[in-house]
């Protein structure tokens, strides 16, 4: 049995989990090493949970270890990089524990904040943005409808692109 729900900020012993799940995710993936400037931003869910809302998937009957998480920003928040008109609301940060790959838990996380996004922030527009080498995710993301969106692909000093991805409710 598993169960997601919002990590909220005063939940400390949840939010370091969740921040060294999140780098742990990133550097198995070899999608950042640990000198890269991205591991501290991986690593602060805190930050996550005061400025978006930040969903987390436990084992049990939601008391057990983390088995993932994603970041949800909407436009004109600190966190939103790719939100950039006025309902939207950004995913970010997806990450799931390497021991608990390919069991849906990365597709039920996008879902649920896909349903976060609509029915409590009343998103217009869900966006994401995703490395070319997330090959895993981009399959999640279109296998729940989201649509590439070349408008949205930006460039982080030098290194990118970074592919964006809308999905309309």
């Known amino acids: 049995m598993t ?5 909220e900020p005063h939940e400390t012993s949840r939010l370091m989990e969740i ?14 090493d640990e000198t890269d400037d991205y591991v501290p931003e991986l690593k602060d ?8 809302t930040l969903l987390a998937m436990f ?3 939601g008391d057990g270890s983390v088995l993932g998480s994603i970041t949800i ?5 600190p966190l939103a990089e790719v939100a950039n008109e006025e309902g939207d609301v950004e995913l970010r940060m997806l990450a799931v524990s390497p021991l608990e790959r390919g069991r849906g838990v990365g597709a039920e996380l996008a879902k649920a904040a896909m349903d976060f996004a609509v029915d409590e922030l009343g ?4 966006v994401l943005s995703t490395m070319q080498e997330m090959k ?11 649509e590439r969106d070349e408008s949205l692909d930006w460039y982080y000093d030098g290194e990118g692109p970074f ?7």
Do not use: C, M, N
């Open 3 to 7: 169960a997601i729900r919002a990590v």
């Open 19 to 32: 921040g060294q799940l999140t780098a742990l995710a990133y550097l198995a993936d070899q999608l950042v």
């Open 45 to 52: 869910a805190a930050r996550r949970a005061s400025e978006g």
């Open 59 to 61: 084992g049990g009957d």
């Open 73 to 77: 920003a909407p436009h004109g928040t």
């Open 123 to 126: 998103a217009k527009r869900v």
């Open 136 to 146: 895993v995710a981009h399959r999640i993301y279109e296998r729940l409808g989201f």
């Open 163 to 169: 592919l964006g991805y809308v999905w309309t409710p």
